[in-house]
């Protein structure tokens, strides 16, 4: 192909002029609107890290994205999300449940109930996210948690009533 010869966009199936192109790391070439638009669609809008729309196999990278949108929302999204796949792979880190916190504490293994204190000051099992549960296995907190919900919402009465049966079959297979 010779220099400036239009260039076939697979996205939007036009020919667009070879300067307003874009070729990704992969060598797949797109319109640069096109590319742009699927981007900002993909980082900002679906919170994914972006591959070419062409063969699917290709990241695109941090430059490219960089190159396209300058070191705005779109850029910052995007090295959010990598750092955020990244420590997801990590395997030993567990997110905080606080709402509005987005850190991450390292654990021992987690999948063992672990009490966790994060920076924010929330105590919560590194296990299930809820909050601490002292003695209590995961399973058993949340029967409590629905119990109390339960008495909360219906009453104390009907609780009880529900919860008695259930406390004399549990201190029965402790026996």
């Not at 036009?14 to 742009?36: M, N």
């Not at 409590?144 to 009880?160: I, P, Q, T, V």
Request: aromatic content about 6%; overall charge negative.
């Amino acid at each position: 192909r010779s220099v400036g010869a239009p260039v076939p966009c697979p996205i939007c199936l036009e020919d667009v002029p070879a300067e307003e192109a874009v070729e990704l790391g992969c060598g797949h070439k797109h319109c640069r609107d096109d590319t742009k638009q699927y981007i900002e669609s993909q980082v900002v809008g679906d919170g994914k890290v972006p591959y070419c729309p062409s063969c699917s196999e290709y990241e695109i990278s941090i430059r490219e994205v960089q190159a396209l949108f300058g070191r705005g929302e779109v850029l910052q999204k995007m090295q959010q999300r990598q750092l955020e796949c990244a420590l997801t792979a990590m395997g030993d880190l567990v997110g905080c449940p606080a709402p509005g916190c987005g850190n991450r504490v390292i654990v021992s293994n987690s999948e063992v109930a672990e009490r966790v204190t994060c920076d924010c000051g929330v105590t919560f099992c590194s296990k299930c996210k809820s909050l601490w549960h002292y003695h209590a296995s995961c399973d058993e907190a949340a029967k409590l948690f629905a119990d109390w919900m339960g008495w909360l919402e219906n009453g104390r009465n009907k609780s009880l009533e529900s919860s008695q049966g259930a406390s004399k079959a549990r201190f029965e297979e402790l026996k």
